[in-house]
T-cell receptor
Framework: DGGITQSPKYLFRKEGQNVTLSCEQN?????MYWYRQDPGQGLRLIYY???????QKGDIAEGYSVSREKKESFPLTVTSAQKNPTAFYLC?????????????FGEGSRLTVL | AQSVTQLDSHVSVSEGTPVLLRCNYS??????LFWYVQHPNKGLQLLLK??????LVKGINGFEAEFKKSETSFHLTKPSAHMSDAAEYFC???????????FGSGTKLNVKP
């Protein structure tokens, strides 16, 4: 089955540590996205990538970094510079085409800073 | 500029009664509009989408939405709520050819037995 796989589902981090969240898709989509979800705030865009080896900052990129070395993979690193990293993180992918299609989402990763 | 406003943060209905979740959008271009559903600690699943074809869009699980350009609305409805409909619902707008998506803040639907 085609889809998006995020791992780990739950992650605990001590303050000052960097952590990397994995996102893999086998949908052959060009575009991939990372969102952060906090209660009552909807989804906020962290980074997105429309093609391999290229990515752009979203609305809340500070304290995060990404890479897009392969079409299938778009890992997100939450660095120690992120002041309030406890949140639910969602990865999504979509077709990069003129007639905008929908986003497909992974199951999410919940990060808790201890 | 593009934005989405979901008019109710919480909606509570009884099982078997109609559901109405309200969404207004603002877009400088012809928008694509979507409704997604999210169950606790899960990803988002597409319910339905409008992409400039028919203004009344039917989705999964008996949901439908009507695009009203004059009112800049895209409200989600279902004739009869089921307990399994209890979840959070997001209205999303996307702009043609920009591949960016703008999310509403979500509406939590509670279904009472």
């Amino acid at each position: 089955d085609g889809g998006i796989t995020q791992s780990p589902k739950y992650l605990f981090r001590k303050e000052g540590q960097n952590v990397t969240l994995s996102c893999e898709q086998n949908l052959n989509h060009d575009a991939m996205y990372w969102y952060r979800q906090d209660p009552g705030q909807g989804l906020r865009l962290i980074y997105y990538s429309q093609i391999v080896n290229d990515f752009q900052k979203g609305d809340i990129a500070e304290g995060y970094s990404v890479s897009r070395e392969k079409k299938e993979s778009f890992p997100l690193t939450v660095t120690s510079a992120q002041k309030n990293p406890t949140a639910f993180y969602l990865c999504a992918s979509g077709k990069r085409e003129l007639d905008t299609g929908e986003l497909f989402f992974g199951e999410g990763s919940r990060l808790t800073v201890l | 500029a593009q934005s989405v406003t979901q008019l109710d943060s919480h909606v509570s209905v009884s099982e078997g009664t109609p559901v109405l979740l309200r969404c207004n959008y603002s877009s400088s271009y012809s928008p694509s509009l979507f409704w997604y559903v999210q169950h606790p600690n899960k990803g988002l699943q597409l319910l339905l989408k409008y992409t400039s074809a028919a203004t009344l869009v039917k989705g999964i699980n008996g949901f439908e939405a009507e695009f009203k350009k004059s009112e800049t609305s895209f409200h989600l409805t279902k004739p009869s709520a089921h307990m399994s409909d209890a979840a959070e619902y997001f209205c999303v707008v996307s702009v043609y050819n920009f591949n960016k998506f703008y999310f509403g803040s979500g509406t939590k639907l509670n279904v009472k037995p």
